[in-house]
T-cell receptor, first 110, second 115 residues
Framework: KNEVEQSPQNLTAQEGEFITINCSYS?????LHWLQQHPGGGIVSLFM???GKKKHGRLIATINIQEKHSSLHITASHPRDSAVYIC????????????FGTGTRLQVFP | KAGVTQTPRYLIKTRGQQVTLSCSPI?????VSWYQQTPGQGLQFLFE???????NKGNFPGRFSGRQFSNSRSEMNVSTLELGDSALYLC??????????????FGAGSRLTVL
């Protein structure tokens, strides 16, 4: 069993829909990252959080440390949101050694 | 402000050769970490550097090595290339030490193909 599990693996949505991507982990963590990867490979760091909730534009990330679970929400989805979203956990405070989930491929159609 | 720059972006090597990849972090960033992405294994941590010191290393064979220079630029080297080393190699930088709260900024990656 992977230490970081994401669901769903693939997600298709119509423009404007509310989207939720889930991440569960089985190890102790100091922080959790949500990353976005577009075709071509470049990765953008969306959020790094260790508790509570963060919001940036149409993106919201939440984390529940007790339940070892995080969610990434996209409100009013748009075709440009189509990408692979990757959850990664930082297992220790003093390192950037990340353990990655397998990613969720999102396609948003107009 | 320039982002994280990785060179070369694409390269093709043959089995048994060695390769060196370069990563120039954002100006002022002193932490650099490296990751490998393959279709089979996904993203995996390779190693990280802060102030020219390797702080942590992932579970990769000794053929994978790296270093960081005084200007924070980093290089990684893979010797005796194998077909399975074909991958996208990503580096990321942050302003402070790995314990800091700053987010990582990733480069566009170097795509290595081993024939």
């Amino acid at each position: 069993k992977n230490e970081v599990e994401q669901s769903p693996q693939n997600l298709t949505a119509q423009e404007g829909e509310f989207i939720t991507i889930n991440c569960s982990y089985s190890v102790g963590i100091s922080a959790l990252h949500w990353l976005q990867q577009h075709p071509g490979g470049g990765i953008v760091s969306l959020f790094m959080l260790s508790s509570g909730k963060k919001k940036h534009g149409r993106l919201i990330a939440t984390i529940n440390i007790q339940e070892k679970h995080s969610s990434l929400h996209i409100t009013a989805s748009h075709p440009r949101d189509s990408a692979v979203y990757i959850c990664a956990v930082k297992s220790s405070y003093n390192t950037d050694k990340l353990i990655f989930g397998t990613g969720t491929r999102l396609q948003v159609f107009p | 402000k320039a982002g994280v720059t990785q060179t070369p972006r694409y390269l093709i090597k043959t089995r048994g050769q060695q390769v060196t990849l370069s990563c120039s972090p954002i100006s002022g960033h002193r932490s650099v970490s490296w990751y490998q992405q393959t279709p089979g294994q996904g993203l995996q941590f390779l190693f990280e550097y802060f102030s020219e010191t390797q702080r942590n290393k992932g579970n990769f064979p000794g053929r994978f090595s790296g270093r960081q220079f005084s200007n924070s630029r980093s290089e990684m080297n893979v010797s005796t290339l194998e077909l399975g080393d074909s991958a996208l190699y990503l580096c990321a930088s942050r302003r402070g030490p790995p314990s800091g709260a700053n987010v990582l900024t990733f480069g566009a990656g170097s795509r290595l193909t081993v024939l």
